[in-house]
């Protein structure tokens, strides 16, 4: 079984710095991992994935994130934040082997950008 | 491309009706939807997979018969609330797979959010 840890439900910082949101999993293989925003009212949106190719991944409005195997982590940082960036941020598994192609969802983190 | 739309975006309805909600993906063909019921401040829960052509795979505590869902084409998938109740109220989202995109990708639709009066 797959799951997903999303450390701290709500994190907030300043316009102009760095953001961290903090993803832990745990897989008997190794997984894809994905990170999803979701503004309100709205459908996810793909922010980046790991795929077992490199483990420092780039994602779009400036996000990335890294594989660690050690850590079993996949944390999501930009260096500066925007207010744009305030929404709800979601840490998914998946396991590449098949398992219905299903992805597993972490509890998610609010992220608020103040000025 | 991989736009996935969702309809209604919101309804309201009495307790005991039966409502329906439908998943299009508009610019690709898929063999796999998934259906997904988020509560307020809370993650997506899995409900059932969704295979063209197949009854839906249902997750664990979901009821088949009140939440039935039909994927009659490639394009098309639906969820229909049967005798709907206060409780069955919350936001559901529907995603569907790429069958080139790889990775186990889901693209999501915008949501639907379910009043039940």
């Known amino acids: 079984a797959q799951s997903v840890t999303q450390l701290g439900s709500h994190v907030s910082v300043s316009e102009g710095a760095l953001v961290l949101l903090r993803c832990n999993y745990s897989s008997s293989v190794p997984p894809y991992l994905f990170w999803y925003v979701q503004y309100p009212n709205q459908g996810l949106q793909l922010l980046l994935k790991?795929?077992?190719?490199?483990?420092l991944v780039k994602g779009i409005n400036g996000f990335e994130a890294e594989f660690k195997k050690s850590e079993t982590s996949f944390h999501l940082t930009k260096p500066s934040a925007h207010m744009s960036d305030a929404a709800e941020y979601f840490c998914a598994v998946s396991d590449p082997t098949g398992g219905g192609n299903k992805l597993t969802f972490g509890t998610g983190t609010q992220l608020k950008v103040e000025l | 491309g991989a736009v996935v739309s969702q309809h209604p975006s919101w309804v309201i309805c009495k307790s005991g009706t039966s409502v329906k909600i439908e998943c299009r993906s508009l610019?690709?063909?898929?063999?796999?939807m998934f259906w997904y019921r988020q509560f307020p401040k809370q993650s997506l829960m899995l409900m059932a997979t969704s295979n063209e052509g197949s009854k839906a795979t249902y997750e664990q505590g979901v009821e088949k018969d009140k939440f039935l869902i039909n994927h009659a084409s490639l394009t098309l998938s639906t969820l229909t609330v049967t005798s709907a109740h206060p409780e069955d109220s919350s936001f559901y989202i529907c995603?569907?797979?790429?069958?080139?995109?790889?990775?186990?990708?889901?693209?999501f639709g915008p949501g639907t959010r379910l009043t039940v009066l």
């Open positions: 610019d690709f063909q898929a063999t796999t």
């Open positions: 995603s569907a797979r790429h069958p080139w995109t790889p990775y186990n990708e889901q693209f």
């Open positions: 790991y795929t077992s190719a490199a483990t």
